[in-house]
């Protein structure tokens, strides 16, 4: 057999190797997350001490500026998410996002119901697939950015975990969702974030 036969056999046979690792690493990563939640349980057992769901972004640390990208005065697209400690039992997620300092009431910029409870971020200008989008006190339906009208306002990313997964119509605003939701939440969490246009 010549060298050059040799080095061709050996590169397949590392393309190979190679393909079969990621392939198999993938499959771990995926499992992994998808079990999360099981292990977290597992350790508050023998610890005794409650793992709490938690949700943050990438974009801003909890309590400081939210950039201009994800407002009315950038992109007015959504930032990356993260999602963590998902407790075991959860059927899905929902996310609402809101301007608490919104004169007269709060505001809803973005409600997300139907979040499988197995992810473990929300991707930049994205919704996770499946989960489904209500109407916004904009009139629209999907994410609008912040906008205050003067001064400096706080912006909730508020997450919930539920026992079920809901049953609402695409046209649902925020009253519809809190009432479905009612007597099925499991946990908690939220992230803050503050914009001015001054």
Partial sequence: MSSKITVILLAAFGLVVFLGVKTF???????????KSEFNHQKELLTG?????T????????GGNIPEQYTCDGSDINPRLEIANVPLGT???????????????VWDHWL????????????????????NVGMNDFGEFGYSGPCPPSGQHRYMF???ALD????????????????????????KAGVMGRYSRE
């Fill in 158 to 160: 508020r997450l919930y």
């Fill in 91 to 105: 059927k899905s997620l929902v996310l609402i996002f809101d301007d608490p300092d919104a004169v007269g009431e």
């Fill in 25 to 35: 690493g993938g499959k771990i990563e995926k499992m992994s997350q998808a079990r």
């Fill in 112 to 131: 997300v119901w139907n979040i499988p409870p197995t992810i473990d971020s929300i991707g930049l200008r994205s919704v996770p697939r499946g989960a």
């Fill in 55 to 62: 949700i943050s972004s990438t974009a801003f640390e909890n």
């Fill in 49 to 53: 001490k409650q793992i709490k769901m």
């Fill in 164 to 187: 079920k997964e809901l049953e609402l119509a695409s046209s649902a605003n925020r009253n519809q969702l809190e009432e479905a939701m009612e007597a099925h939440i499991i946990s």
